[in-house]
């Protein structure tokens, strides 16, 4: 069993509709990021977080530290927001680097 | 405004051919600083870590190796390629632990 496991693995939606993207750990962490992965290839870093919830434009992070499940909502899907979204957690420990989730598919149609 | 570059951006070897890839990042100080590897139908994975200078810690044995031989430059090397080796590889950068991460552009290598 993964130690990062996302879900859906591929979702594809209509422009406007509301995104949940779920990731569930099964280890301890020091935080845990969302990342989304462009088709080129690059990685941008959308959200660090460790407890509660956080919210940056139309995108929406929620963390239950005790469920050790976070959440990703998009609220008013676009097509640009059509990316592979990747869930990551920092182990602790030296340089706290991340393991991660397999990544979830999206794509927005317009 | 802190920024990482990654070269070369693509690049193609032979089995058994040396390689390095190289890493830095500019505007800020004593950074972390990270090797990811993306290989085809596979998971982001992490291969090696530095704090600082000269100091490296690996994750998953393999026929890479990594070095610090300046405070912002990562390179990542292997003596002799295998097709295993073939993937996206990232570099990345931190401020210290448990703190955000800024990913480079990444290196697609492919070894036939």
């Known amino acids: 069993k993964n130690e990062v496991e996302q879900s859906p693995?591929?979702?594809?939606?209509?422009?406007?509709?509301?995104?949940?993207?779920?990731?569930?750990?099964?280890?301890?962490i020091s935080a845990l990021h969302w990342l989304q992965q462009h088709p080129g290839g690059g990685i941008v870093s959308l959200f660090m977080l460790s407890s509660g919830k956080k919210k940056h434009g139309r995108l929406i992070a929620t963390i239950n530290?005790?469920?050790?499940?976070?959440?990703?909502?998009?609220?008013a899907s676009h097509p640009r927001d059509s990316a592979v979204y990747i869930c990551a957690v920092g182990r602790g420990g030296g340089a706290d680097g991340l393991t991660f989730g397999k990544g979830t598919h999206l794509i927005i149609q317009p | 405004s802190q920024t990482i570059h990654q070269w070369p951006a693509t690049l193609v070897q032979p089995v058994g051919s040396p390689l390095s890839l190289e890493c830095t990042v500019e505007g800020t100080s004593n950074p972390n600083l990270y090797w990811y590897r993306q290989a085809a139908g596979r998971g982001l994975q992490l291969l090696f870590y530095s704090v600082g200078i000269g100091q490296i810690s690996s994750e998953v044995p393999q026929n890479l190796s990594a070095s610090r031989p300046q405070d912002r430059q990562f390179i990542l090397s292997s003596k002799k390629l295998l097709l295993s080796d073939s993937g996206f590889y990232l570099c990345a950068w931190s401020v210290g632990s448990w703190h955000e991460q800024f990913f480079g552009p990444g290196t697609r290598l492919t070894v036939l």
């Open chain 1, 9 to 28: 693995q591929n979702l594809t939606a209509q422009e406007g509709e509301f995104i949940t993207i779920n990731c569930s750990y099964s280890v301890g």
């Open chain 1, 65 to 75: 530290i005790q469920e050790k499940h976070s959440s990703l909502h998009i609220t």
